[in-house]
């Protein structure tokens, strides 16, 4: 790398689900801190070793190596019970986080009360179906804006727990009414306690270790949730998380400034993938659709539900680009794209009377009456699973994938040939090279 920080962000660019956890992985035993910035067990992020699948969902997926320290920032949100699942899962498999990982005492807590919310409002009672994971982020992060939200911290200090639980657990209570019971809040804070115990000396001040681990040129790498499509004021609004999943979110989920950040890596499949409602253009309700999605194993990592699937769309993809300040594209699941006689890439819209549109529409209504416009490439009958090599590569395959670049405005600088950790490689010539 060049003279600029150590420090790197890897963050998707289309809407989740892009192989991030795949790069983090590769990259972590180079860095000496792995953060998680923003986000809950909506995301999941799936790390294939050695043919074993791991998915990790509230973990940074820098656990599996054991140099690596581990940072769970203040834009977090923990489900206590899934987070001590998930170690206790890493523990069978031989993983120990204790003693290398430090959770930011302001990062807020899920409760029941915001799950039986989300649930409601998803439900055949609610009247606000966006799809969602249905596990208590947009209450949680609701009522963290709203200051009714309760804190890692909050539990060093258990006998004020009740009391700041009481706000949130008491609207909730009023509206869903006898719709979804709850625990009483008493259940509530014994079940807290008793799935913090053994975290509790894991709490502490994130921003200050960060603070001191950039200041002795530790490097650092942070770790995106989601992906820029899903954030709350850069993506498809209503259809999106509840937090900052572009590059303003690490800022605001470790307290590190911009000048501690080098270069942002971001990540995108070779096709396009979203899973539950909102606009999606490049959508292909077809068999073409059914064989990606088959082929690609398109099917959530937190909830199981199958995604939508569709060509690679390079105008969400660019407004991602520019929206993060991309230094180079990692570029997931190539081989997923083995033996199609003509691959598609969305290279723009059309409005409803044939014009070109150039921007992203901000209203949910705008995205409606558009439709793609898509050139097709010659697809290649030699297969690029495993290939580890720019120079093995069909030609076919390059020429998308420079015409992929080329839409996206961004060179790519790593290609994925396949879920394992050796299948894929450096591109040539590019930032990431010697730390892959």
């Known amino acids: 790398m060049t003279d ?11 809407w989740g689900d892009e192989g991030k956890g795949k790069l983090v992985d590769l990259l972590s035993a180079r860095f000496r801190h792995v953060v998680r910035f923003q986000g809950g067990n909506n995301a999941g992020h799936t790390v294939v070793v050695d043919g ?6 509230q973990v940074p997926s820098g656990a599996l190596h ?15 019970e899934v987070f001590r699942q998930e170690l206790d899962l890493l523990t069978q498999r031989g993983v120990s986080v204790f003693g290398r990982m430090l959770i930011s005492e302001k990062a807020h807590l899920i409760l029941p ?17 966006i799809g969602t994971t249905g596990r208590g982020i947009g209450p949680a992060y609701e009522m963290k804006a709203a200051r009714m939200g309760v804190r890692m911290g909050d539990l060093k200090h258990p006998e004020t727990l009740i009391e700041r639980i009481s706000t949130g657990y008491e609207e909730v209570r009023i509206l869903l009414g006898s719709a979804a019971p709850l625990p009483s809040i008493e259940t509530i804070t014994a079940q807290l306690m008793d799935y913090a115990k053994p975290l509790l000396s894991l709490i502490g001040d994130t921003q200050t270790h960060l603070w001191n681990a950039n ?5 650092i790498l942070f770790e995106g949730a989601q992906a820029t499509l899903l954030d709350i004021d850069h993506g498809t609004y209503p259809f999106v998380t509840s937090s900052n999943c572009s590059i303003g979110g690490l800022f605001a989920g470790t307290g590190l400034s911009h000048k501690a950040l080098g270069h942002v890596l971001g990540v995108a499949k070779a096709y396009t993938t979203r899973v539950g409602a909102g606009p999606m253009p490049s959508e292909l309700l077809d068999a073409t659709g059914d064989r990606l999605r088959s082929v690609g194993r398109e099917f959530g990592t937190t909830t199981g539900r199958p995604r939508r ?18 230094d180079g594209l990692g570029v997931m699941k190539l081989d997923v794209l083995d033996g199609f006689d003509e691959i598609g890439l969305v290279v723009g819209y059309r409005d409803g009377m044939g014009g070109r549109v150039s921007q992203l529409p901000s209203c949910a209504q705008d995205w409606l009456e558009l439709q ?30 420079a015409a992929l670049s080329d ?19 450096v591109w040539p010539e590019h930032f990431l090279t010697g730390l892959i």
């Open 4 to 14: 600029r920080s150590r420090n790197l962000a890897i963050l998707g660019l289309q």
């Open 52 to 57: 074993q699948s791991i998915a990790l969902h």
């Open 66 to 80: 054991p140099e690596c320290f581990l940072v769970v920032g203040s834009g977090v949100l923990l489900n206590l």
């Open 113 to 129: 009360h915001h799950i039986a919310l989300d649930q409601w409002r998803e439900g055949s009672a609610g009247t606000n179906k």
């Open 215 to 219: 200041a002795k040129g530790e490097p």
């Open 309 to 326: 699937c569709g060509w690679f769309d390079a105008p969400i993809t660019r407004h991602a680009v520019r929206t993060n300040g991309v």
């Open 372 to 401: 793609p416009e898509i050139k097709m490439f010659k697809g290649w009958s030699q297969p690029t699973r495993g290939v580890r090599n720019f120079d093995q590569l069909p030609a076919e395959a390059r020429s998308y994938l």
């Open 407 to 425: 839409a996206a405005e961004a060179p790519i600088a790593y290609l994925s040939t396949g879920p394992d950790r050796e299948e894929g490689f």
